[in-house]
Nanobody, 122 residues
Framework: QVQLVESGGGLVQAGGSLRLSCAAS????????MGWFRQAPGKEREFVAA????????YYADSMRGRFTISRDNAENTVYLQMNSLKPEDTAVYYC???????????????WGQGTQVTVSS
């Protein structure tokens, strides 16, 4: 079991930055693939980024690559999402997720946080 709690969301102007954090509890965090997803009103939840358990390999959705950076600190049981050059279309609820096994870029993750709102004003 892994419990996830996101923080760091808020209101930011276009071009600004935010850093999201996801605090995890549970014995299996260190061996879990971690992902970030987002869901805008009226839209499906979409993949943002993922990171392997060791942190050695990262994956990004095309529209976020170069602007967002996922990282993890297994000693602190925390995964981060640094978001730069934010755009109004990045406005969404951002979710942290965890899964055992290989990295997938779909929503096939076993554990989810409650989400944190990110709003980017123009």
């Amino acid at each position: 079991q892994v419990q996830l709690v996101e923080s760091g969301g808020g209101l930011v102007q276009a071009g600004g930055s935010l850093r999201l954090s996801c605090a995890a509890s549970g014995r299996t965090f260190g061996s879990s693939v971690m992902g970030w997803f987002r869901q805008a009103p009226g839209k499906e939840r979409e993949f943002v980024a993922a990171i392997t358990w060791s942190g050695g390999i990262t994956y990004y959705a095309d529209s976020m690559r170069g602007r967002f950076t996922i990282s993890r600190d297994n000693a602190e049981n925390t995964v981060y999402l640094q978001m730069n050059s934010l755009k109004p279309e990045d406005t969404a609820v951002y979710y942290c997720a965890a899964r055992q096994g290989k990295v997938v870029l779909t929503t096939a993750y076993q554990y989810w946080g409650q989400g944190t709102q990110v709003t980017v004003s123009s």
